[in-house]
Protein backbone atom coordinates (compact mmCIF):
# COMPACT_ATOMS: atom_id res chain seq x y z
CA UNK A 1 0.00 0.00 0.00
CA UNK A 2 1.22 3.64 -0.94
CA UNK A 3 0.66 6.28 1.23
CA UNK A 4 1.97 9.66 -0.03
CA UNK A 5 1.88 12.44 2.72
CA UNK A 6 2.85 16.42 1.96
CA UNK A 7 6.18 17.66 2.46
CA UNK A 8 6.67 18.63 6.07
CA UNK A 9 6.78 22.46 4.75
CA UNK A 10 3.55 22.19 3.29
CA UNK A 11 2.34 21.47 6.69
CA UNK A 12 3.94 23.95 8.82
CA UNK A 13 1.73 26.88 10.57
CA UNK A 14 0.30 29.29 8.22
CA UNK A 15 -2.30 29.79 5.91
CA UNK A 16 -4.84 27.02 5.41
CA UNK A 17 -5.58 26.51 2.15
CA UNK A 18 -7.91 24.63 0.14
CA UNK A 19 -5.05 22.32 -1.05
CA UNK A 20 -3.29 21.66 2.73
CA UNK A 21 -7.26 20.60 3.44
CA UNK A 22 -7.90 18.74 0.34
CA UNK A 23 -4.37 17.20 1.07
CA UNK A 24 -5.42 15.86 4.73
CA UNK A 25 -8.66 14.45 3.66
CA UNK A 26 -6.45 12.39 1.28
CA UNK A 27 -4.10 11.41 4.08
CA UNK A 28 -7.08 10.44 6.63
CA UNK A 29 -8.56 8.33 3.32
CA UNK A 30 -5.42 6.54 3.36
CA UNK A 31 -5.05 6.28 7.27
CA UNK A 32 -8.48 4.62 7.37
CA UNK A 33 -7.66 2.31 4.33
CA UNK A 34 -4.49 0.95 6.28
CA UNK A 35 -6.30 1.42 9.95
CA UNK A 36 -8.76 -1.51 7.84
CA UNK A 37 -6.05 -3.25 6.41
CA UNK A 38 -3.96 -3.86 9.56
CA UNK A 39 -6.97 -4.83 11.71
CA UNK A 40 -8.06 -6.88 8.80
CA UNK A 41 -4.28 -8.43 9.26
CA UNK A 42 -4.74 -8.58 12.89
CA UNK A 43 -1.79 -6.40 13.59
CA UNK A 44 -3.17 -4.38 16.27
CA UNK A 45 -0.08 -2.00 17.13
CA UNK A 46 -0.15 -0.37 13.96
CA UNK A 47 -3.77 0.14 14.01
CA UNK A 48 -3.37 2.34 17.29
CA UNK A 49 -0.74 4.19 15.97
CA UNK A 50 -2.84 5.02 12.87
CA UNK A 51 -5.95 5.98 14.71
CA UNK A 52 -3.49 8.17 16.91
CA UNK A 53 -2.70 9.86 13.48
CA UNK A 54 -5.85 10.08 12.16
CA UNK A 55 -7.32 11.64 15.09
CA UNK A 56 -5.09 14.15 15.46
CA UNK A 57 -6.02 15.09 11.94
CA UNK A 58 -9.69 14.78 12.51
CA UNK A 59 -9.28 17.24 15.83
CA UNK A 60 -7.26 19.97 13.84
CA UNK A 61 -9.77 19.91 10.83
CA UNK A 62 -12.53 20.41 13.45
CA UNK A 63 -10.61 23.38 14.79
CA UNK A 64 -10.04 24.80 11.27
CA UNK A 65 -13.49 24.10 10.43
CA UNK A 66 -15.20 25.54 13.45
CA UNK A 67 -12.47 28.36 13.45
CA UNK A 68 -13.14 29.36 10.19
CA UNK A 69 -16.32 31.39 9.52
CA UNK A 70 -15.88 31.16 6.01
CA UNK A 71 -15.39 27.85 5.74
CA UNK A 72 -17.08 26.64 2.72
CA UNK A 73 -14.79 29.31 0.85
CA UNK A 74 -11.45 27.07 2.32
CA UNK A 75 -12.77 23.86 1.37
CA UNK A 76 -11.68 22.13 -1.96
CA UNK A 77 -13.88 21.87 -4.87
CA UNK A 78 -16.15 18.54 -4.71
CA UNK A 79 -14.84 15.83 -6.63
CA UNK A 80 -15.57 14.81 -10.13
CA UNK A 81 -16.85 10.62 -10.61
CA UNK A 82 -13.61 10.18 -12.16
CA UNK A 83 -11.76 11.47 -9.09
CA UNK A 84 -8.73 9.50 -7.98
CA UNK A 85 -9.10 9.55 -4.38
CA UNK A 86 -4.90 10.61 -3.95
CA UNK A 87 -1.40 10.15 -4.78
CA UNK A 88 -1.55 7.01 -2.58
CA UNK A 89 -3.86 5.82 -5.36
CA UNK A 90 -6.27 3.95 -3.03
CA UNK A 91 -9.63 4.79 -4.75
CA UNK A 92 -12.05 2.55 -5.86
CA UNK A 93 -9.49 0.17 -5.97
CA UNK A 94 -9.29 -0.24 -1.98
CA UNK A 95 -10.19 -3.59 -1.34
CA UNK A 96 -10.52 -4.12 1.97
CA UNK A 97 -11.93 -0.17 2.33
CA UNK A 98 -15.55 -0.77 3.49
CA UNK A 99 -18.49 0.77 2.51
CA UNK A 100 -19.03 3.65 4.80
CA UNK A 101 -15.71 4.41 3.86
CA UNK A 102 -16.54 4.17 -0.08
CA UNK A 103 -19.54 6.61 1.05
CA UNK A 104 -16.99 9.04 1.87
CA UNK A 105 -15.49 8.71 -0.77
CA UNK A 106 -17.99 8.67 -2.82
CA UNK A 107 -18.24 11.11 -5.97
CA UNK A 108 -20.40 14.05 -5.89
CA UNK A 109 -20.20 14.40 -2.00
CA UNK A 110 -19.21 17.98 -0.86
CA UNK A 111 -15.82 17.78 0.79
CA UNK A 112 -16.99 18.59 4.14
CA UNK A 113 -19.04 15.23 3.47
CA UNK A 114 -15.79 13.83 3.74
CA UNK A 115 -14.40 15.32 6.50
CA UNK A 116 -17.23 14.23 8.51
CA UNK A 117 -17.50 10.86 6.76
CA UNK A 118 -13.57 10.78 7.86
CA UNK A 119 -15.07 11.58 11.49
CA UNK A 120 -17.03 9.04 11.47
CA UNK A 121 -15.32 5.84 10.18
CA UNK A 122 -12.37 7.05 12.57
CA UNK A 123 -14.56 6.86 15.10
CA UNK A 124 -15.81 3.66 14.33
CA UNK A 125 -12.08 2.66 13.95
CA UNK A 126 -11.45 4.00 17.22
CA UNK A 127 -14.13 2.08 18.94
CA UNK A 128 -13.87 -0.87 17.38
CA UNK A 129 -10.50 -1.41 18.44
CA UNK A 130 -10.25 0.52 21.45
CA UNK A 131 -10.74 -2.21 24.57
CA UNK A 132 -7.88 -4.68 23.13
CA UNK A 133 -5.45 -2.23 22.83
CA UNK A 134 -5.23 0.23 25.39
CA UNK A 135 -3.91 -0.78 28.91
CA UNK A 136 -7.63 -0.73 30.46
CA UNK A 137 -11.29 -1.32 29.20
CA UNK A 138 -12.08 1.68 31.15
CA UNK A 139 -9.57 3.79 30.06
CA UNK A 140 -10.72 3.38 26.33
CA UNK A 141 -14.08 3.67 27.46
CA UNK A 142 -13.75 6.83 28.21
CA UNK A 143 -11.84 8.41 25.34
CA UNK A 144 -13.89 6.92 23.03
CA UNK A 145 -16.63 7.84 24.81
CA UNK A 146 -16.90 11.50 23.83
CA UNK A 147 -16.23 11.29 20.07
CA UNK A 148 -19.39 10.25 18.54
CA UNK A 149 -21.05 13.40 19.90
CA UNK A 150 -18.17 15.34 18.82
CA UNK A 151 -18.71 13.65 15.50
CA UNK A 152 -22.69 13.59 15.73
CA UNK A 153 -22.18 17.49 15.74
CA UNK A 154 -20.30 17.95 12.94
CA UNK A 155 -22.67 15.87 10.94
CA UNK A 156 -25.82 18.55 11.68
CA UNK A 157 -27.03 21.19 9.52
CA UNK A 158 -25.76 21.89 5.68
CA UNK A 159 -22.62 19.45 6.09
CA UNK A 160 -20.34 22.58 7.08
CA UNK A 161 -18.38 21.77 10.29
CA UNK A 162 -19.55 23.55 13.31
CA UNK A 163 -18.78 26.84 13.99
CA UNK A 164 -17.25 28.50 16.75
CA UNK A 165 -18.91 31.59 17.69
CA UNK A 166 -15.58 33.63 18.09
CA UNK A 167 -12.83 35.11 15.93
CA UNK A 168 -10.38 33.53 13.93
CA UNK A 169 -8.24 30.32 15.20
CA UNK A 170 -5.32 31.40 17.50
CA UNK A 171 -4.96 35.09 15.51
CA UNK A 172 -3.47 36.52 18.55
CA UNK A 173 -0.99 33.85 18.56
CA UNK A 174 1.88 33.88 15.68
CA UNK A 175 3.68 31.45 17.04
CA UNK A 176 1.78 28.84 17.52
CA UNK A 177 0.54 27.83 13.62
CA UNK A 178 -2.95 26.39 12.69
CA UNK A 179 -1.30 22.90 12.53
CA UNK A 180 -1.92 21.94 16.40
CA UNK A 181 -0.45 18.57 16.06
CA UNK A 182 2.94 19.71 14.61
CA UNK A 183 6.35 19.91 15.72
CA UNK A 184 6.38 24.05 16.06
CA UNK A 185 3.46 23.30 18.70
CA UNK A 186 4.62 20.13 20.74
CA UNK A 187 8.69 21.35 20.78
CA UNK A 188 10.54 20.46 23.57
CA UNK A 189 10.43 22.60 26.94
CA UNK A 190 12.73 24.51 29.17
CA UNK A 191 11.08 24.08 31.95
CA UNK A 192 13.49 23.74 34.55
CA UNK A 193 12.72 22.70 37.95
CA UNK A 194 15.81 24.29 39.32
CA UNK A 195 14.05 28.04 37.60
CA UNK A 196 17.70 28.11 36.04
CA UNK A 197 16.56 29.83 32.58
CA UNK A 198 14.30 31.73 31.85
CA UNK A 199 12.10 31.08 29.10
CA UNK A 200 10.23 27.92 30.65
CA UNK A 201 7.08 26.41 29.69
CA UNK A 202 5.19 23.48 29.02
CA UNK A 203 4.64 22.66 25.72
CA UNK A 204 0.73 23.21 24.39
CA UNK A 205 -2.15 21.53 22.71
CA UNK A 206 -0.63 17.89 22.88
CA UNK A 207 -3.21 16.23 24.47
CA UNK A 208 -5.80 14.70 22.05
CA UNK A 209 -8.14 13.88 24.76
CA UNK A 210 -8.53 17.63 25.98
CA UNK A 211 -8.33 18.38 22.28
CA UNK A 212 -11.53 16.28 22.01
CA UNK A 213 -13.04 17.51 25.16
CA UNK A 214 -12.38 21.37 23.86
CA UNK A 215 -13.96 20.50 20.61
CA UNK A 216 -17.16 18.91 22.40
CA UNK A 217 -17.45 21.76 24.76
CA UNK A 218 -17.00 24.18 22.36
CA UNK A 219 -19.61 22.89 19.87
CA UNK A 220 -23.01 22.70 20.32
CA UNK A 221 -22.68 26.63 20.97
CA UNK A 222 -26.52 26.86 20.99
CA UNK A 223 -26.10 26.73 25.05
CA UNK A 224 -23.23 28.07 24.74
CA UNK A 225 -22.49 31.14 27.46
CA UNK A 226 -19.23 31.84 26.58
CA UNK A 227 -18.57 34.24 24.15
CA UNK A 228 -15.61 35.82 23.05
CA UNK A 229 -14.84 38.78 26.11
CA UNK A 230 -17.63 37.55 28.51
CA UNK A 231 -15.43 34.67 29.97
CA UNK A 232 -17.73 32.25 31.96
CA UNK A 233 -21.73 33.25 31.91
CA UNK A 234 -22.40 31.64 34.14
CA UNK A 235 -24.53 28.09 33.61
CA UNK A 236 -23.14 25.71 36.13
CA UNK A 237 -25.08 22.48 34.70
CA UNK A 238 -25.38 22.93 30.80
CA UNK A 239 -23.08 23.36 27.83
CA UNK A 240 -20.19 21.78 29.56
CA UNK A 241 -19.78 18.46 27.54
CA UNK A 242 -19.36 15.43 29.51
CA UNK A 243 -17.09 15.00 32.24
CA UNK A 244 -14.05 12.99 31.28
CA UNK A 245 -12.01 11.03 34.36
CA UNK A 246 -9.07 13.27 35.06
CA UNK A 247 -6.94 10.54 36.38
CA UNK A 248 -7.42 7.96 33.61
CA UNK A 249 -6.91 10.03 30.33
CA UNK A 250 -3.61 9.94 29.28
CA UNK A 251 -2.63 6.11 29.48
CA UNK A 252 -3.46 5.42 26.29
CA UNK A 253 -1.15 8.02 24.73
CA UNK A 254 2.13 6.71 25.94
CA UNK A 255 3.15 6.01 22.19
CA UNK A 256 3.53 9.13 21.28
CA UNK A 257 7.65 8.75 20.67
CA UNK A 258 9.68 9.82 18.55
CA UNK A 259 9.98 6.80 15.89
CA UNK A 260 6.90 5.18 16.78
CA UNK A 261 5.50 5.16 13.42
CA UNK A 262 8.43 3.54 11.92
CA UNK A 263 5.74 1.30 10.35
CA UNK A 264 3.93 4.42 8.79
CA UNK A 265 5.79 3.93 5.45
CA UNK A 266 4.76 3.00 2.17
CA UNK A 267 4.98 -0.45 1.48
CA UNK A 268 5.00 -0.44 -2.06
CA UNK A 269 6.54 2.38 -5.16
CA UNK A 270 2.79 3.33 -5.15
CA UNK A 271 1.98 5.71 -7.92
CA UNK A 272 5.09 7.85 -7.89
CA UNK A 273 4.07 10.02 -5.33
CA UNK A 274 6.65 11.78 -2.55
CA UNK A 275 7.25 8.52 -0.14
CA UNK A 276 9.04 10.29 2.45
CA UNK A 277 7.80 9.92 6.03
CA UNK A 278 5.97 12.55 7.69
CA UNK A 279 8.17 14.10 10.02
CA UNK A 280 5.85 15.69 11.80
CA UNK A 281 4.18 12.63 12.79
CA UNK A 282 7.83 11.45 13.80
CA UNK A 283 8.43 14.36 16.17
CA UNK A 284 5.27 14.42 18.00
CA UNK A 285 5.25 14.16 21.49
CA UNK A 286 2.32 14.58 24.09
CA UNK A 287 2.41 16.07 27.93
CA UNK A 288 1.42 13.25 30.06
CA UNK A 289 1.13 14.33 34.25
CA UNK A 290 0.30 10.55 35.04
CA UNK A 291 1.13 7.29 34.19
CA UNK A 292 0.84 3.36 36.01
CA UNK A 293 4.03 1.57 35.23
CA UNK A 294 4.45 -2.30 36.22
CA UNK A 295 7.78 -2.95 37.17
CA UNK A 296 9.68 -6.62 37.81
CA UNK A 297 13.12 -6.77 38.67
CA UNK A 298 14.99 -9.12 37.18
CA UNK A 299 15.63 -12.43 39.00
CA UNK A 300 19.12 -13.74 40.19
CA UNK A 301 20.91 -16.41 37.93
CA UNK A 302 20.67 -20.19 39.00
CA UNK A 303 23.79 -21.55 40.49
CA UNK A 304 26.49 -23.97 38.43
CA UNK A 305 26.58 -27.14 39.86
CA UNK A 306 30.02 -28.68 38.46
CA UNK A 307 33.32 -30.46 39.58
CA UNK A 308 37.16 -29.42 39.30
CA UNK A 309 38.69 -31.73 36.56
CA UNK A 310 42.07 -31.85 35.29
CA UNK A 311 44.22 -34.87 33.99
CA UNK A 312 45.97 -36.70 37.29
CA UNK A 313 43.53 -34.85 39.59
CA UNK A 314 40.61 -36.79 40.04
CA UNK A 315 38.79 -35.75 43.06
CA UNK A 316 38.78 -31.70 41.78
CA UNK A 317 36.04 -31.22 44.25
CA UNK A 318 32.95 -28.80 43.50
CA UNK A 319 33.48 -25.70 41.41
CA UNK A 320 30.11 -24.62 40.19
CA UNK A 321 29.71 -20.73 41.05
CA UNK A 322 27.13 -18.77 42.22
CA UNK A 323 24.43 -16.86 39.65
CA UNK A 324 24.21 -12.99 39.80
CA UNK A 325 22.07 -11.18 41.08
CA UNK A 326 18.81 -9.66 38.74
CA UNK A 327 18.41 -5.52 38.46
CA UNK A 328 17.02 -3.37 40.07
CA UNK A 329 14.97 -0.76 39.21
CA UNK A 330 15.09 2.72 40.24
CA UNK A 331 13.92 6.16 39.69
CA UNK A 332 15.49 8.95 39.50
CA UNK A 333 14.91 12.91 39.48
CA UNK A 334 16.06 14.39 35.97
CA UNK A 335 16.01 17.87 35.78
CA UNK A 336 15.78 17.77 31.84
CA UNK A 337 13.17 15.15 31.42
CA UNK A 338 9.76 17.31 31.30
CA UNK A 339 6.78 14.77 31.54
CA UNK A 340 5.86 11.02 32.03
CA UNK A 341 5.22 10.96 28.39
CA UNK A 342 8.35 8.75 27.72
CA UNK A 343 7.71 5.84 30.51
CA UNK A 344 6.89 2.62 29.00
CA UNK A 345 3.97 0.84 31.25
CA UNK A 346 6.14 -2.02 31.75
CA UNK A 347 10.09 -2.74 32.85
CA UNK A 348 11.52 -5.85 33.14
CA UNK A 349 15.11 -5.22 35.31
CA UNK A 350 17.73 -7.42 33.38
CA UNK A 351 18.27 -10.90 34.73
CA UNK A 352 21.54 -12.05 36.78
CA UNK A 353 23.66 -14.55 34.76
CA UNK A 354 24.18 -17.99 35.73
CA UNK A 355 27.06 -19.44 37.42
CA UNK A 356 29.51 -21.42 35.78
CA UNK A 357 32.42 -23.60 36.33
CA UNK A 358 35.76 -23.36 37.43
CA UNK A 359 33.87 -21.14 40.25
CA UNK A 360 33.17 -18.88 37.90
CA UNK A 361 29.94 -16.45 39.30
CA UNK A 362 27.49 -14.69 37.14
CA UNK A 363 27.15 -11.74 36.06
CA UNK A 364 24.78 -9.06 38.16
CA UNK A 365 22.12 -7.71 36.10
CA UNK A 366 22.37 -3.89 35.44
CA UNK A 367 20.00 -1.70 37.22
CA UNK A 368 17.52 0.13 35.20
CA UNK A 369 17.40 3.79 36.04
CA UNK A 370 14.22 5.32 35.04
CA UNK A 371 14.60 9.33 34.34
CA UNK A 372 11.25 11.37 35.62
CA UNK A 373 10.75 14.94 36.03
CA UNK A 374 11.41 16.87 39.05
CA UNK A 375 7.95 16.84 40.76
CA UNK A 376 7.20 13.30 40.25
CA UNK A 377 5.07 11.59 43.19
CA UNK A 378 5.41 7.88 43.10
CA UNK A 379 2.44 6.28 44.83
CA UNK A 380 1.18 2.92 45.81
CA UNK A 381 -2.50 1.78 46.04
CA UNK A 382 -3.29 5.97 46.43
CA UNK A 383 -0.32 6.24 49.23
CA UNK A 384 2.86 8.48 48.13
CA UNK A 385 5.50 6.49 48.27
CA UNK A 386 8.42 9.26 47.87
CA UNK A 387 8.41 12.57 46.48
CA UNK A 388 10.93 12.74 44.04
CA UNK A 389 11.44 16.63 43.93
CA UNK A 390 15.10 17.21 43.45
CA UNK A 391 17.54 16.71 40.75
CA UNK A 392 19.46 13.56 40.97
CA UNK A 393 17.25 12.13 44.01
CA UNK A 394 16.19 8.21 43.32
CA UNK A 395 14.36 5.50 44.71
CA UNK A 396 14.90 2.39 44.63
CA UNK A 397 11.60 0.97 43.51
CA UNK A 398 12.55 -2.77 42.86
CA UNK A 399 15.47 -4.84 43.76
CA UNK A 400 16.58 -7.57 42.48
CA UNK A 401 16.25 -11.64 42.53
CA UNK A 402 19.41 -13.04 44.97
CA UNK A 403 21.76 -14.97 42.51
CA UNK A 404 21.75 -18.95 43.31
CA UNK A 405 24.10 -20.86 44.86
CA UNK A 406 26.97 -22.96 43.01
CA UNK A 407 27.91 -26.07 44.28
CA UNK A 408 30.77 -24.95 45.98
CA UNK A 409 28.78 -22.73 48.18
CA UNK A 410 27.71 -26.14 49.68
CA UNK A 411 30.96 -28.21 50.73
CA UNK A 412 31.61 -29.14 53.85
CA UNK A 413 33.55 -31.50 56.34
CA UNK A 414 30.71 -33.62 56.08
CA UNK A 415 29.81 -33.64 52.30
CA UNK A 416 33.20 -33.22 50.05
CA UNK A 417 31.02 -33.55 46.75
CA UNK A 418 27.67 -31.22 46.95
CA UNK A 419 25.80 -31.74 43.89
CA UNK A 420 23.08 -28.90 45.16
CA UNK A 421 23.19 -25.71 43.17
CA UNK A 422 20.00 -23.21 44.06
CA UNK A 423 18.16 -21.15 41.11
CA UNK A 424 18.13 -17.47 41.52
CA UNK A 425 15.47 -16.01 43.34
CA UNK A 426 12.37 -13.74 41.50
CA UNK A 427 12.86 -10.55 41.32
CA UNK A 428 10.49 -8.40 43.31
CA UNK A 429 7.41 -6.68 41.38
CA UNK A 430 5.03 -3.87 41.66
CA UNK A 431 2.47 -1.72 40.11
CA UNK A 432 3.85 2.09 40.88
CA UNK A 433 1.43 5.05 39.97
CA UNK A 434 3.70 8.20 38.77
CA UNK A 435 2.10 11.77 39.19
CA UNK A 436 4.27 14.81 37.78
CA UNK A 437 3.09 17.62 40.00
CA UNK A 438 4.67 21.03 38.61
CA UNK A 439 7.04 23.01 40.69
CA UNK A 440 6.28 26.89 40.43
CA UNK A 441 6.11 29.46 43.38
CA UNK A 442 2.71 31.09 42.19
CA UNK A 443 -0.38 28.99 40.65
CA UNK A 444 -2.58 31.20 37.94
CA UNK A 445 -6.10 30.22 38.90
CA UNK A 446 -9.04 31.13 36.99
CA UNK A 447 -11.95 30.88 34.72
CA UNK A 448 -11.28 29.89 30.89
CA UNK A 449 -10.42 32.96 28.50
CA UNK A 450 -9.90 35.04 32.06
CA UNK A 451 -6.54 35.88 30.70
CA UNK A 452 -3.76 33.93 32.93
CA UNK A 453 -2.24 32.63 29.32
CA UNK A 454 -1.94 36.69 28.31
CA UNK A 455 -0.29 37.48 32.20
CA UNK A 456 2.09 34.84 31.93
CA UNK A 457 3.07 36.30 28.39
CA UNK A 458 3.06 40.00 30.28
CA UNK A 459 5.61 38.91 33.11
CA UNK A 460 7.58 36.37 31.93
CA UNK A 461 9.15 34.84 28.79
CA UNK A 462 6.93 31.73 28.54
CA UNK A 463 4.94 31.67 25.40
CA UNK A 464 1.66 29.70 26.38
CA UNK A 465 -0.73 30.15 23.59
CA UNK A 466 -3.82 32.63 23.81
CA UNK A 467 -7.01 32.92 21.73
CA UNK A 468 -10.28 34.08 22.82
CA UNK A 469 -11.94 31.29 22.86
CA UNK A 470 -11.99 28.67 26.12
CA UNK A 471 -10.06 26.20 27.15
CA UNK A 472 -6.49 27.45 25.22
CA UNK A 473 -4.49 26.49 27.59
CA UNK A 474 -4.72 22.10 27.44
CA UNK A 475 -1.51 22.17 29.68
CA UNK A 476 0.30 23.64 32.37
CA UNK A 477 2.82 25.83 31.85
CA UNK A 478 5.29 27.68 33.81
CA UNK A 479 7.16 30.71 33.01
CA UNK A 480 10.00 32.43 35.00
CA UNK A 481 10.10 35.89 35.99
CA UNK A 482 13.00 37.55 36.56
CA UNK A 483 14.36 40.04 39.23
CA UNK A 484 17.27 42.97 38.85
CA UNK A 485 18.81 40.92 41.73
CA UNK A 486 18.63 37.49 39.98
CA UNK A 487 15.85 36.21 41.83
CA UNK A 488 13.85 33.61 39.84
CA UNK A 489 9.90 33.16 40.51
CA UNK A 490 8.21 30.32 38.42
CA UNK A 491 4.69 31.12 37.78
CA UNK A 492 2.48 28.37 36.36
CA UNK A 493 -0.28 28.59 34.53
CA UNK A 494 -3.00 25.76 34.28
CA UNK A 495 -6.06 25.40 32.24
CA UNK A 496 -9.12 27.44 32.93
CA UNK A 497 -11.69 26.48 35.75
CA UNK A 498 -14.90 26.41 35.76
CA UNK A 499 -17.83 25.87 38.30
CA UNK A 500 -18.53 22.14 38.76
CA UNK A 501 -15.05 21.34 37.73
CA UNK A 502 -14.39 18.89 40.57
CA UNK A 503 -17.26 16.85 39.23
CA UNK A 504 -15.26 16.95 35.91
CA UNK A 505 -17.03 19.62 33.87
CA UNK A 506 -14.73 21.22 31.78
CA UNK A 507 -11.40 19.86 32.03
CA UNK A 508 -12.36 18.73 35.72
CA UNK A 509 -9.95 19.84 38.56
CA UNK A 510 -7.00 17.25 37.47
CA UNK A 511 -5.05 20.03 36.96
CA UNK A 512 -5.14 21.61 40.37
CA UNK A 513 -2.66 19.42 41.38
CA UNK A 514 0.10 20.95 39.42
CA UNK A 515 -0.47 24.33 41.73
CA UNK A 516 -0.77 21.96 44.75
CA UNK A 517 3.30 22.85 45.35
CA UNK A 518 2.25 26.34 44.33
CA UNK A 519 2.93 27.85 48.31
CA UNK A 520 0.64 31.15 46.62
CA UNK A 521 -1.84 31.87 44.49
CA UNK A 522 -2.98 34.36 42.13
CA UNK A 523 -6.84 34.29 41.22
CA UNK A 524 -7.36 36.05 37.81
CA UNK A 525 -10.65 37.29 37.18
CA UNK A 526 -11.90 38.86 33.91
CA UNK A 527 -13.38 42.34 35.30
CA UNK A 528 -15.48 42.58 31.98
CA UNK A 529 -17.74 39.59 32.50
CA UNK A 530 -20.89 40.58 34.50
CA UNK A 531 -19.95 39.43 37.50
CA UNK A 532 -16.13 39.17 38.30
CA UNK A 533 -16.88 38.22 41.77
CA UNK A 534 -19.24 35.46 41.22
CA UNK A 535 -16.28 33.82 39.46
CA UNK A 536 -13.24 34.35 42.56
CA UNK A 537 -16.81 32.23 44.78
CA UNK A 538 -16.43 29.41 42.28
CA UNK A 539 -12.52 29.23 41.79
CA UNK A 540 -12.80 29.25 45.56
CA UNK A 541 -15.41 26.61 45.51
CA UNK A 542 -13.50 24.26 43.36
CA UNK A 543 -10.06 24.41 44.86
CA UNK A 544 -11.38 23.63 48.54
CA UNK A 545 -13.03 20.63 46.86
CA UNK A 546 -10.29 19.41 45.63
CA UNK A 547 -7.83 19.95 48.63
CA UNK A 548 -9.74 21.79 51.61
CA UNK A 549 -7.59 25.05 52.67
CA UNK A 550 -6.06 25.02 49.13
CA UNK A 551 -7.76 28.39 48.48
CA UNK A 552 -6.86 30.05 51.70
CA UNK A 553 -3.03 29.58 50.68
CA UNK A 554 -1.11 33.53 50.63
CA UNK A 555 -3.10 35.02 47.68
CA UNK A 556 -3.53 37.98 45.35
CA UNK A 557 -6.26 38.72 43.09
CA UNK A 558 -5.32 39.81 39.55
CA UNK A 559 -8.15 42.12 38.13
CA UNK A 560 -7.30 41.72 34.23
CA UNK A 561 -8.82 43.44 31.05
CA UNK A 562 -9.00 46.75 32.87
CA UNK A 563 -8.61 48.30 29.33
CA UNK A 564 -12.05 47.69 29.33
CA UNK A 565 -14.51 50.08 29.74
CA UNK A 566 -16.82 48.12 31.26
CA UNK A 567 -14.18 46.09 33.14
CA UNK A 568 -13.04 49.67 35.09
CA UNK A 569 -16.77 50.45 36.64
CA UNK A 570 -16.14 46.78 38.34
CA UNK A 571 -13.38 47.30 40.01
CA UNK A 572 -14.60 49.18 43.10
CA UNK A 573 -16.69 47.00 43.87
CA UNK A 574 -14.44 43.77 43.89
CA UNK A 575 -12.18 45.85 45.91
CA UNK A 576 -15.14 46.69 48.20
CA UNK A 577 -16.28 42.98 48.17
CA UNK A 578 -12.85 41.13 49.18
CA UNK A 579 -10.36 41.42 51.87
CA UNK A 580 -7.15 40.15 49.44
CA UNK A 581 -5.10 42.58 48.11
CA UNK A 582 -6.85 43.41 44.40
CA UNK A 583 -4.59 44.40 41.51
CA UNK A 584 -6.08 45.75 38.52
CA UNK A 585 -4.24 45.07 35.35
CA UNK A 586 -4.24 44.68 31.46
CA UNK A 587 -2.43 41.70 30.34
CA UNK A 588 -3.07 42.87 26.58
CA UNK A 589 -1.55 46.56 27.46
CA UNK A 590 0.85 45.75 30.13
CA UNK A 591 -0.88 48.55 32.22
CA UNK A 592 0.16 48.13 35.58
CA UNK A 593 2.02 44.93 35.30
CA UNK A 594 4.95 45.96 37.17
CA UNK A 595 2.52 46.39 40.78
CA UNK A 596 1.48 42.71 39.71
CA UNK A 597 5.22 41.46 39.92
CA UNK A 598 6.26 43.49 42.58
CA UNK A 599 3.81 42.29 44.83
CA UNK A 600 4.26 38.63 43.38
CA UNK A 601 8.03 39.50 44.89
CA UNK A 602 6.33 40.44 48.32
CA UNK A 603 4.62 36.99 48.59
CA UNK A 604 7.74 35.29 47.54
CA UNK A 605 9.82 36.99 50.01
CA UNK A 606 6.67 36.17 52.99
CA UNK A 607 7.45 32.37 51.39
CA UNK A 608 11.14 32.28 52.11
CA UNK A 609 10.74 33.56 55.82
CA UNK A 610 8.54 30.01 56.15
CA UNK A 611 4.74 31.84 55.42
CA UNK A 612 1.95 29.58 54.27
CA UNK A 613 4.70 27.18 53.20
CA UNK A 614 2.52 24.31 51.51
CA UNK A 615 3.25 20.73 53.44
CA UNK A 616 4.82 19.39 49.89
CA UNK A 617 7.47 21.28 48.29
N1 LIG B 1 -9.06 43.42 26.22
C1 LIG B 1 -8.30 42.53 26.83
N2 LIG B 1 -8.31 41.26 26.40
C2 LIG B 1 -7.54 40.37 27.03
C3 LIG B 1 -6.72 40.71 28.14
N3 LIG B 1 -6.08 39.60 28.55
C4 LIG B 1 -6.48 38.61 27.75
N4 LIG B 1 -7.35 39.06 26.83
C5 LIG B 1 -7.99 38.30 25.78
O1 LIG B 1 -8.79 37.30 26.37
C6 LIG B 1 -8.76 36.13 25.57
C7 LIG B 1 -8.35 34.95 26.41
O2 LIG B 1 -7.03 35.11 26.83
P1 LIG B 1 -6.15 33.89 27.33
O3 LIG B 1 -4.88 34.44 27.86
O4 LIG B 1 -6.07 32.83 26.30
O5 LIG B 1 -7.07 33.37 28.50
P2 LIG B 1 -6.84 32.09 29.42
O6 LIG B 1 -7.31 32.43 30.77
O7 LIG B 1 -5.45 31.61 29.31
O8 LIG B 1 -7.84 31.09 28.75
P3 LIG B 1 -7.79 29.50 28.81
O9 LIG B 1 -6.45 29.06 28.35
O10 LIG B 1 -8.85 29.11 27.85
O11 LIG B 1 -8.10 29.09 30.20
C8 LIG B 1 -7.80 36.42 24.44
O12 LIG B 1 -8.54 36.81 23.33
C9 LIG B 1 -6.98 37.57 24.94
O13 LIG B 1 -6.53 38.40 23.88
C10 LIG B 1 -6.74 42.07 28.56
O14 LIG B 1 -6.07 42.47 29.49
N5 LIG B 1 -7.54 42.92 27.87
MG1 LIG C 1 -4.65 29.89 28.60
Redesign the pocket.
Same mark, same amino acid.
Given at each position: MSVAFPPARARAKGHVTQHAIQTMLDENNHLIQCIMDYQSKGKSDECTQYQQILHRNLVYLATIADSNQNMQSLLPAPPTPNMSMGPGGMGQSGGHAPNHLNDAMAPGLPPASVMQSQMSNASMTHQQSAAPHYSSAQVGGQYYQGQPAMMGAGAQGNGVMPQRPLGSYRS?QPGHGEYSYQQSSYGEQGYDGSFGDSPQHYYEGGNPQCSQQQAQYQQGSGQQQYS??QGYGGTPHGGYGAGQAGSSQYPQYQRGQSGQYGSYRPSQGGSGAPTQRPRAYETTRHFVDHRRVKLQAGSGGKGASSFHSEPRKEWGGPDGGDGGDGGSILFRANKFVKSLAQLLPVYRGENGQSGGNKNCYGKNGVPTCISVPLGTVVKEHGEIVVDLAEHGQEYLAVFGGAGGKGNRFFLSNENRAPMTATPGAAGQERVLQLELRTMAHAGLV? %? /? !? $?? &????LRAISNAR =? $? +?? $?? =? %???LNPHVGIVNYRDHEQIAVA?I /??LIRGAHLNRGLGISFLRHIERCPFLLY +?LDL?APEPWTQLEHLRYELDQYEPGLSQRPRAIVA !? &????PEAREKVETLKSLVSERVIP +?? $???GQNVEELILHLRELYDGYLCGEGKPSRW
Open positions: ASQG %F /P !N $AG &KSSL =P $A +VA $AY =P %FTTD /PG +VS !N &KMDL +VS $ALT
